[in-house]
């Protein structure tokens, strides 16, 4: 059973800092997705990384995905309260489904 | 495509009633997945269907749980004799396997409460 492990498990910022939360596993994997989850609602896909050392950027957003696979960052710039929300990992690996970690919640206060 | 619906939103039953949860995904998306999310968690994995074939059932999925995807479409949740432990949020997302990456589409979720 892969262990996945997302970090830090709470962050709250002001608006205009910047941070950074990251997604651990003793697995490799095939590709990894992030995803943001607002309450009341189911996530919503924000990006899917394939190849080992990838960066993508969507907008104020940077991921990474570890050289090896196994791991991945995702960089916030100048957050915003809108940015607010639980930040979930789900990698793919041998198995069809997806597998998330318990997820970062992350407040920015206006 | 107006995405992924399920329904009810919101569930409120009393211990040992049955509950059954519709999901109707994406329409030319052939996976549908159900999940089921707790407080302070992230989602776990119950099942998933590749057009009305019910592929894998996760260990979580017990008895009392049934799942079914008729026609290839639309899929129901049932949970008989319901118990507290079973409040939660259950998620269906559905996909398509034939385009890499497999985005997958979550809908809004049921919100269920044992009382």
């Known amino acids: 059973t892969q262990l996945l492990e997302q970090s830090p498990q709470f962050l709250s910022i002001q608006e205009g800092e910047n941070l950074t939360v990251y997604c651990n596993s003793s697995s490799v994997f095939s590709s990894l997705q992030w995803y943001r989850q607002e309450p009341g609602e189911g996530p919503v896909l924000l990006v899917t990384?394939?190849?080992?050392?990838e960066v993508k950027k969507l907008k104020r957003l940077t991921f990474q995905f570890g050289d090896a696979r196994k791991d991945s960052s995702l960089h916030i710039t100048a957050a915003q309260p809108g940015d607010t929300g639980l930040y979930l990992c789900?990698?793919?690996?041998?198995?069809?489904?997806?597998?998330f970690g318990k997820g970062t919640k992350l407040t920015v206060n206006p | 495509d107006t995405g992924v619906s399920q329904d009810p939103r919101h569930k409120i039953t009393k211990r040992g009633q049955n509950v059954t949860f519709r999901c109707d995904p994406i329409s030319e998306h052939n996976r549908l997945y159900w999940y089921r999310q707790t407080l302070g968690q992230g989602p776990e994995f119950l099942t998933y269907f590749q057009n009305e074939a019910q592929l894998e059932k996760s260990r979580l999925l017990s008895d009392r749980f049934s799942a079914e995807r008729p026609k290839g479409s639309f899929s129901t949740l049932e949970i008989q004799r319901t118990e507290q432990g079973d409040s939660a949020m259950y998620l269906c997302?559905?996909?398509?396997?034939?385009?890499?990456?497999?985005?997958?589409?979550f809908g809004s979720g049921t919100r269920l409460t044992v009382v």
């Open positions: 789900a990698p793919e690996g041998g198995s069809e489904k997806l597998v």
């Open positions: 997302a559905s996909s398509r396997r034939d385009l890499f990456p497999y985005g997958y589409t």
């Open positions: 990384v394939v190849t080992g050392g």
